[in-house]
């Protein structure tokens, strides 16, 4: 792709309308990631104690003073940290700006006085099921950090701390998310060869994660952090009917390819029977919504449906009801196999009568029916988007969202694809 003759400029702060709901767990904004450096503490033994729920002074960063600390405030009254722009968070941190919020707490932009850098601060709140599943969080990544080399596209701890009691996670500064970047870019689609750079790492990440026996399973656009926030602007040739004048004659390409996965909050390790709900809705394999069980190939039904929203724009499922959700599969992907349907648990077999989906008679309401019956098959789809590669990608979507998660491609598998074979990094 000739990038050429176009001007760079840095990202901006326009907010574009969403085109879904966020959910109250997404960082509003800029979401950011970490990078690999000293251990701080014992998690394995503190988050296994007893000691999560009180206040423990000892888990200060070790070296850093506590002279300099701001006035004792009271935490709000949802728990979150309670700060002032210019705030010292410990003698090493100055508060610079917010940059999110989220059910789990706040991400603070802070100067590292020791570094000389800007780094983003996940400050969780002051509540004990969040401070236990931030030491979880803290767990997992130490333990990809161990593993990691630097080339697995997994972001890494780089120091944490317990301040006040809020458990504080120090992250380095990226770039915006890839939903971020899709909706200031008017969700308008990724080049097929960004898409393919983007999936290739994208699974690196989830094959190094498999291969350690850890499943992500919030695998989302959201959770998926450009390296850099530079951007060129290329001529958008869908709309090259208007003026060069017009802003919208231009869209937004990432400088650089390189991405970090983040959010490991909700990471486990491989067991049997694990049957809960993970994944945000838009993401969430089949077997997951029939409540088969799930394990390593529901993180790969999620990459399948994040490469489909970077080619398209749009997220694939924009559904919040399971039913309907069952129905969109099969409307884009055929028909969900008679073997997978007669092993759906009592509670899912509302959705199933005489042996197949119970679709369009079980519908909610008309919309919802409508809804469905937009939706294209996922070849033309694809082909109305991608005009090179397009069947080579199709072949690998197919592998990614098989209905039968045993049938599902690997991680290991799909990164010996063809379409993945021809990929160049841009760095």
């Known amino acids: 792709m000739e990038l050429e003759h176009v001007t760079v400029i840095p990202i901006t702060h326009l907010d574009q309308p969403r085109k879904r709901a966020r959910f109250g767990w997404d960082v509003p904004q800029a979401q950011v990631g970490i990078f690999c450096g000293q251990e701080v503490g014992n998690v394995a033994s503190y988050a296994s104690s007893g000691a999560i729920s009180g206040h423990t002074s000892s888990l200060f960063v070790k070296g850093v003073a506590q002279n300099g600390s701001p006035p004792w405030r009271e935490d709000d009254k949802d728990g979150h940290y309670m700060f002032a722009l210019g705030d010292n968070l410990t003698s090493r941190y100055k508060i610079h700006s917010k940059m999110g919020e989220g059910t789990f707490g706040q991400v603070l932009e ?34 990809l950090g161990k593993h990691d080399k630097g080339s697995n596209r997994c972001v890494q701890i780089r120091n944490w ?10 992250f380095e500064k990226l770039g915006p998310s890839l939903y971020d970047f899709l909706r200031k870019n008017n969700y308008r689609s990724f080049p097929i060869d960004l898409v393919r750079e983007i999936g290739r790492q994208l699974l ?19 959770n998926i952090l450009l390296v850099s926030s530079d951007y060129v602007k290329v001529p958008d040739y869908k709309n090259s009917s208007r003026s060069p004048k017009d802003i919208s004659y231009y869209k937004r390409v990432p400088k650089s390819s390189a991405i970090k996965v983040i959010d490991f909050g909700s990471t486990t390790y491989e067991r049997q029977d694990q049957n809960y709900i993970v994944s945000t809705r838009h993401y969430r394999a089949p077997e997951v919504i029939l409540g088969l069980g799930w394990s390593y190939p529901c993180d790969i ?15 694939l499922f924009q559904t919040h009801e399971n039913l309907e959700h069952l129905a969109m599969m099969e409307r884009v992907l055929g028909p969900i196999p008679q073997h997978v349907l007669k ?12 042996g197949r989906l119970d679709w369009p008679e079980g519908a909610a309401s008309r919309e919802s029916m409508k809804a469905v019956l937009k939706l294209p098959r996922l070849q033309n789809l694809v082909m109305q988007h991608v005009d090179q590669s397009a069947g080579d990608l199709i072949h690998l979507l197919q592998g990614l969202l098989r209905y039968d ?3 599902r491609l690997t991680a290991r598998e799909a990164l010996r694809h063809p379409f993945l074979a021809k990929v160049q990094h841009r760095r």
Request: aromatic share 8%; proline share 2%; net charge positive.
């Open 110 to 143: 802070c100067w590292d006085r020791e570094r000389k850098e800007m780094v983003a601060i996940k400050i969780v709140r002051g509540i004990k099921k969040y401070r236990e599943a931030a030491m979880i969080e803290i767990e997992v990544l130490q333990h």
């Open 161 to 170: 701390f317990d301040y006040r009691n809020h458990i504080c996670i120090v």
């Open 204 to 222: 690196e990440c989830v094959a190094f994660m498999h291969d350690l026996r850890m499943i992500h399973t919030d695998l989302k656009p959201e």
């Open 301 to 315: 039904w999620s990459v399948g449906c994040i490469l489909v929203e970077l080619c398209t724009g749009e997220a």
């Open 343 to 354: 092993r759906v648990d009592r509670h899912a077999g509302k959705y199933v009568r005489r």
């Open 405 to 407: 998660p045993l049938d």
